[in-house]
């Protein structure tokens, strides 16, 4: 109940930096699935942290991006800045499809930019991003990519998630 889930946050909360600062990236991983399991929001700055060190493992990196947006952590805006501008391919694509569920707003424009230069993998996700965010401009850029498909501008690896995100859309 919820008592256990309070001692065991008071007892992570006392190995929780020990945890990170392992350099087994096994560790730090099981740290930041049972802070975000348990809800502890007092996690947030060391996720945020992760996410921004570009020397961390990228699956670190991930876990820690995917804890702050399960927690819904104010910090998340400034963590999806990082990670969509991180070297890693998945990072960047994650953060994309965070950015369209978090700020639809403010995903367009970035998605817009990101699209034409962006690796399979990202492009991939922006796909998805952009069926999610299910609005006219939306829309119109998907259709602009299902032209560019027919005329063999998409990459081989991108194309399967186009396709779906222009049915979900369609």
């Known amino acids: 109940g919820e008592r256990e889930n309070q001692l065991a946050r008071a007892q992570l909360k006392d190995r929780f930096e020990a945890m990170l600062a392992s350099p087994d990236a096994n560790v730090n991983r099981a740290a930041i699935r049972a802070a975000r399991s348990l809800g502890m929001q007092g996690a947030a700055p060391s996720l945020l942290a992760l996410v921004q060190n570009s020397d961390s493992p990228e699956q670190v990196r991930l876990d820690a991006l995917n804890a702050l947006a399960d927690l819904k952590s104010e910090s998340l ?94």
Do not use: H, T
Request: net charge negative; charged share 20%; no cysteine.
């Open 77 to 170: 805006g400034i963590a999806l800045r990082a990670a969509g501008q991180a070297e890693q391919a998945k990072l960047r694509a994650r953060a994309m499809r965070l950015l369209a569920q978090w700020n639809p707003q403010d995903a367009l424009p970035i998605l817009a930019e990101v699209l034409p230069k962006a690796e399979a993998a990202e492009q991939a996700a922006a796909f998805g991003a952009l069926a999610d965010l299910a609005n006219d401009d939306a829309d119109a850029m998907l259709a602009d990519w299902v032209g560019r498909l027919a005329q063999g501008q998409v990459a081989g690896a991108a194309q399967l998630e186009l396709y779906e995100a222009a049915i979900r859309r369609a």
